[in-house]
């Protein structure tokens, strides 16, 4: 199944972590659940990081990739989970 289109899209090509994944906890707090943000990313540990981040939030991680530095993120807002504090 294809992703719906990114609702937005969020840039922190040259900041490290943990600046793009707290800058993407804000974007999708801003978005309505099933909205998909495309996040784009240089540090190295972008992958991992966005990996845990969806897995610890709940948010479905729908693609990533990866081209000449630059990783690519498409991140589905998913609905608070009420056991989610």
């Known amino acids: 199944m294809e992703p719906a289109p990114a609702s937005a899209t969020l ?3 040259g900041l490290r972590c943990p600046l793009p994944i ?8 801003g978005l309505a659940p099933g909205a998909v943000l495309e996040v784009l990313a ?5 992958a991992d990081d966005f990996e845990a ?3 610890t939030t709940g948010h479905r991680l ?4 990866a ?7 498409l991140i ?10």
Do not use: N, Q, Y
């Open 11 to 13: 840039d922190t090509i």
């Open 22 to 29: 707290l800058k993407a906890r804000k974007a999708l707090a």
């Open 42 to 46: 240089s540090d190295p540990g972008a």
């Open 53 to 55: 981040f969806c897995r």
């Open 62 to 65: 729908v693609r990533k990739s």
């Open 67 to 73: 081209a000449s530095g630059v990783h690519r993120f």
């Open 76 to 85: 589905e807002k998913t609905a608070r989970r009420p056991d989610a504090a």
